[in-house]
């Protein structure tokens, strides 16, 4: 999956917070997907179109999608596709509890946060 130009390029775009590109590039990717990456790419997807909802002040979609994308990415963790799940996961936790404070009304104060970088992690055997 590391060395498909079109992951790549997926994850170029959400490091660089194209959460909208991301998800069209990996949905791209998603649709001539089988097997065990189909999940996976549709967890990333998830997530990603939960940042584009949060940024948008959508946090109910935001909610939702973080939600679902969490529930996907969960079984791959601690590492699929070359890709430090455990690490990721986290940080998106994080982004849900602040996107269901924008639910219910509360403060969100995302500027503490950071948006969370995809790292590709090498193979270990």
Not at 6 to 12: D, R
């Amino acid at each position: 999956m590391t060395e498909n130009p079109q992951f790549q390029q997926g994850i170029a775009e959400f490091n660089r917070e194209l959460f909208f590109e991301c998800h069209d590039t990996l949905e791209e990717l998603w649709m001539d997907t089988s097997g065990n990456d189909r999940l996976f790419l549709q967890g990333l997807i998830q997530v990603s179109v939960g940042f584009y909802h949060f940024f948008n002040r959508n946090y109910k979609g935001a909610t939702s999608q973080f939600t679902k994308g969490l529930g996907k990415l969960d079984q791959y963790r601690p590492r699929h596709g070359g890709i430090d799940l455990d690490t990721f996961t986290r940080q998106i936790v994080a982004w849900l509890a602040l996107a269901e404070q924008g639910v219910t009304g509360g403060s969100i104060g995302s500027e503490e946060f950071t948006i969370p970088k995809i790292h590709v992690v090498q193979h270990q055997r």
